[in-house]
């Protein structure tokens, strides 16, 4: 059987697990379960720390698991390795410090810098050829500076806004844009293409939606040239010759606007589907 980790709590747990039914799978029934076994589909799932995911897949533990890139970075573990991004859980790391303290990472040198992803931010600045003195916090790290433990920190930064009510302004780039993504083992086990396979048209699902429409058959060069779909449209003959229906993939977040051009060039009764799963 295919061994999966999946997040048991937090942030990643709920759509991560969503994502694994909407692909086929069962999961687990009770919050407490740490472990389910799928035999329809030859998995068990293990249901674990985010934090931990990396070390038990790059171990070779369990061939397969759920996490964010930036859980993995963190983590280390050189078996671990990154096979798709997921597209959920996004967010961006950065250095914060007060405004105007440093103008750019290579000014932390010899600095301390506090943090809850001491294996991610030690391999950035190893990249840089930067030195510091990382301060390892558990938990939230913007009152690191003005409690004196930290010269500046490094930080999931969404708005800004909790940094700017600590007295923080971010500088440098970004050290890591991460999302959840789904992770493999030293070794390829029999199952993940499967999975993978099934991930991805759950991806495809959320991302498209189907568009039905009919128009005159003079008119279709203008209307594929509006909406190509993903290889080619599909066209089919109506009862009145001068008129076909035309079924086509769209990227939902763009569907109105292609609506409005194809009714805009003559598209009559033009009908949006979503798309449960799919396979490309």
Known sequence: MLRIAVPNKGSLAETAAEMLAE???????????????DPANEVEFFYLRPKDIATYVGSGALDAGITGRDLLEDARM???????????????FRFAAPAGAFADVSALEGKRVATSYPGLVDGFLDRHGVAVDLVPLDGAVESAVRLGVADAIADVVETGTTLRQAGLEVFGPAILESEAVLIGAPVEADGLDTLLRRLRGVL?????????????????ERA?????????PTISPLRDPEWVAVRVMVPRKTVNQVMDELYAIGARAILVTPIHNARL
Do not use: W
């Not at 050189?78 to 961006?92: Q, W």
């Not at 594929?224 to 080619?232: L, N, T």
């Open 78 to 92: 050189p078996g671990a390795t990154e096979i798709e991004a997921l597209g959920f859980a996004r967010s961006t």
């Open 23 to 37: 692909a086929g799978y069962t999961g687990r029934r009770d919050p407490k379960d740490l472990h389910v076994i």
């Open 204 to 220: 495809v699902a959320r991302r498209y939606v189907l568009i039905d429409y009919d128009l005159q058959a003079s008119l279709l």
């Open 224 to 232: 594929v040239a509006i909406a190509p779909g993903i290889e080619s």
